[in-house]
């Protein structure tokens, strides 16, 4: 059974820094890529960003490029969003999610629970 | 930057049907998007429903299916139940990012 927990948030300040974890457990995390998706309050989702098996391959969403990496630890199973440069924006619950396998690789098939990000002064 | 357009809101009666449509700013929705389609309730994390336009996952209820309609990806639900009452996000891919749409909250009254 696929088990995402997701780990580091909480409160930081503006143009603070914060690195958000992800524990994988009840599949082979070494070979499927995973996402981050956001959720600010009471808004929709937003699609953050996707690392490929490997770590290879990586993409952004369009409000992070240049500020938040995407970067995993297969040997560790984890997952890991660090976030610089952080602005009251960037406030919402952060998912960590699976890439399903094969042809089906292109979208989402699993959600961990979330993990709230408030930045505030 | 990519916009994908849903229905803000729609309503439907139990036992009915109801169609979501999910626009690209690019332009016409194809299956080299790959729509996949959401559903979230209040307080809980998303839970897939249809990957690569139609395809459904094995948890996935008979009674929701995807298409391609009109140039956009849609959704249907036919026979609603009161469970289906939810928000519902479409996620288009673009060679490598994605996008998600607005979402559309479906009433079931």
């Known amino acids: 059974q696929v088990q995402l927990v997701e780990s580091g948030g909480g409160v930081v300040q503006p143009g603070r820094s914060l690195r958000l974890s992800c524990a994988a457990s009840g599949f082979n995390f070494s070979i499927y890529g995973m996402h981050w998706v956001r959720q600010a309050p009471g808004k929709g989702l937003e699609w953050v960003a996707v690392i490929s098996h490997a770590g290879n391959g990586i993409y952004y969403g369009d409000s992070v490029k240049g500020r938040f990496t995407i970067s995993r630890d297969n040997s560790k199973s984890t997952l890991y969003l660090q976030m610089n440069s952080l602005t009251v924006e960037d406030t919402a619950v952060y998912y960590c999610?699976?890439?399903?396998?094969?042809?089906?690789?292109?979208?989402?098939?699993?959600w961990g629970q979330g993990t709230l990000v408030t930045v505030s002064s | 930057q990519t916009v994908v357009t849903q229905e803000p809101s729609l309503t439907v009666s139990p036992g009915g049907t109801v169609t979501l449509t999910c626009a690209s700013s690019?332009?016409?929705?194809?299956?080299?998007?790959?729509p996949n389609w959401f559903q979230q309730k209040p307080g809980l994390a998303p839970r897939a429903l249809i990957y690569n336009t139609n395809n459904k996952h094995s948890w996935t209820p008979a009674r929701f299916s995807g298409s391609l309609f009109g140039g956009k990806a849609a959704l249907t639900l036919s026979g609603v139940q009161p469970e289906d009452e939810a928000e519902y996000y479409c996620?288009?891919?673009?060679?490598?990012?994605?996008?998600f749409g607005g979402g559309t909250k479906l009433t079931v009254l």
């Open positions: 690019t332009g016409a929705v194809t299956s080299g998007n790959y």
């Open positions: 999610a699976k890439k399903p396998p094969g042809t089906a690789a292109a979208g989402i098939d699993s």
């Open positions: 996620l288009l891919y673009y060679g490598g990012a994605r996008v």
